[in-house]
């Protein structure tokens, strides 16, 4: 029989391992969403000479970004003009220091962003943007509804598979580490879907307003996190699946054993 608990004790200390990689992959999978739900670089637009822009436009380009009212299409073209980027949340565009109409332009720039409202956030798409009589794009407006969803809906099981994995700390047993498994996977396709929703509206929005000749659009630093985030859930949830089935088939054959 003493062999065989050598045995266990090495095969314990296989699980623990697994365990404690999982954590690892798990924390940083959150941080790593975490920062791309806060930051505003899931899009980047490069413009050659945004200050010229904002000169020809008469400075009325911000005041138009910030409006209340303002549109799609005229955010959008902002973003065009003005080296913008976009998040989940906010949207930003670099211009001059000094935007008086009677200055000209300084050689120093500023970004400045304004906040998507939850209205906006839910707010219908149109086919043709900025053109409220020409009907919803239910496919635009679901995946616009969705990539603000899902990212809350990915960190919320993970943390709730976080508590689970504390009562089984506090049990003292691996098995509950299923259902950590179970739920990291689970936030794993929602981060894909929210990928997946961000891209495919991204490419809609350019087939209703092409990029200009000058204009050079790219994927940023922020889409890359929820990017890298998605298969550390699911190699997580891997490990957490893995230690908590095998653990309890070893426990299951050592009690056989034990009763032979």
Excluded at 10 to 20: I, Q
Excluded at 147 to 176: K, N, T
Excluded at 198 to 208: F, R, S, T, W
Aim: hydrophobic residues 45%; neutral net charge.
């Amino acid at each position: 029989l003493f062999p065989y608990r050598g045995k266990g004790a090495m095969m314990d200390n296989r699980f623990a391992t697994a365990l404690v990689i999982a954590c690892v992959l798990s924390l940083i999978s959150t941080i790593y969403m975490a920062a791309s739900i806060g930051t505003d670089f899931w899009y980047e637009y490069h413009t050659l000479s945004p200050a010229e822009n904002v000169s020809e436009a008469g400075r009325s380009i911000w005041e138009e970004f910030v409006s209340e009212e303002a549109d799609e299409k005229t955010y959008t073209d902002a973003l065009f003009r003005c080296n913008g980027t976009v998040g989940l949340w906010r949207r930003c565009i670099t211009v001059p220091k000094n935007s008086h109409w009677y200055s000209s332009p300084e050689t120093g720039m500023t970004t400045n962003c304004i906040s998507f409202s939850l209205s906006d956030q839910f707010m219908e798409k149109y086919i043709e943007p900025g053109n409220h009589n020409s009907g919803t794009d239910l496919n635009r407006t679901y995946l616009w509804r969705l990539q603000f969803l899902l990212p809350f809906v990915s960190l919320g099981l993970m943390c709730f598979g976080a508590l689970i994995g504390l009562c089984a700390c506090a049990c003292r047993s691996l098995y509950p580490a299923i259902a950590t498994g179970v739920l990291h996977f689970l936030a794993g396709l929602c981060t894909l879907g929210l990928v997946g929703c961000y891209v495919a509206g991204i490419e809609l929005l350019h087939k209703k307003l092409p990029l200009p000749d000058d204009v050079k659009g790219e994927f940023g630093w922020s889409f890359c996190l929820a990017c890298v985030s998605a298969p550390l859930q699911f190699m997580a949830a891997a490990l957490f699946i893995w230690a908590a089935r095998t653990n309890r088939k070893e426990f299951t054959l050592l009690k056989a054993y034990r009763v032979a």
